[in-house]
């Protein structure tokens, strides 16, 4: 298995509801992250876990947050977000934080309006 | 940290060549890579340079200058579904430790 599995691939949610994306992978990579991106920008990096402990928070607001419950598995929880956090969610992983030739590897995203 | 900078967009023609040029300044360079996203899709990798040179990987070949900061994706025999932004993404490390971070991107047109 040499991908990552990012459910749901669309999610539209209003300003008050809670929801939760999620992120799979089998690839035995120790090191898993969250990006946000918006249309026409590269992705820019949110979390970072590695070896199933938050390793890097870059600044993000508190309506997002991250859980690690095992090694295979990512889960960002939403909560109170805002229209302007409407943008494609991308989970990535690799094999440590040190990272490989090849870069991370990406899921295919979920698509997240906020109306 | 980083400064990572792409052209913005290009335009080529179906079978051509097309040189898509990445520039940066960092400090604790460790690896840049390319990589191909369609709209509304992940990116996916193409390929990755440490050392100075051009790595050949069928008609995508990448070439890294790390004196000069510079590297390029060379794609050869254009088809229409090359299409797609292309994203220089640099690693290296500081204090804090690692960093991966992605250049603007540059979309890429090719037409019949």
């Known amino acids: 298995d040499t991908e990552v599995t990012q459910t749901p691939k669309h999610l539209v949610m209003g300003m008050t509801n809670k929801k939760s994306l999620k992120c799979e992978q089998h690839?035995?990579?120790?090191?898993m992250y969250w990006y946000k991106q918006k249309a026409k920008k590269p992705p820019e990096l949110m979390f970072v876990?590695?070896?199933?402990?938050?390793?890097i928070n870059e600044s993000v607001p508190s309506r997002f947050s991250p859980e690690c419950p095992n090694s295979s598995l990512l889960n960002l929880h939403l909560h109170a977000l805002q229209p302007e956090d409407s943008a494609l969610y991308l989970c990535a992983s690799s094999q440590d934080e040190q990272g490989s030739n090849y870069g991370y590897t990406f899921g295919s995203g979920t698509r997240l309006t906020v109306v | 940290g980083q400064n990572i900078d792409q052209p913005t967009e290009m335009t080529a023609t179906e079978g051509a060549i097309v040189q898509i040029n990445c520039t940066y300044q960092t400090s604790g360079f460790n690896g840049l890579f390319w990589y191909q996203q369609h709209a509304g899709e992940a990116p996916t990798f193409l390929s990755y340079n440490v050392l100075d040179g051009l790595e050949e990987k069928g008609r995508f070949s990448s070439f890294l200058s790390r004196s000069k900061g510079y590297s390029y994706l060379l794609l050869k025999e254009l088809q229409m579904k090359d299409s797609a932004s292309y994203l220089c993404a640099v690693r290296d490390w500081d204090n804090y430790g690692q960093n991966f971070v992605f250049g603007p991107g540059t979309r890429l047109s090719v037409l019949p």
């Open positions: 690839m035995g990579h120790r090191a």
């Open positions: 876990y590695s070896y199933e402990k938050l390793s």
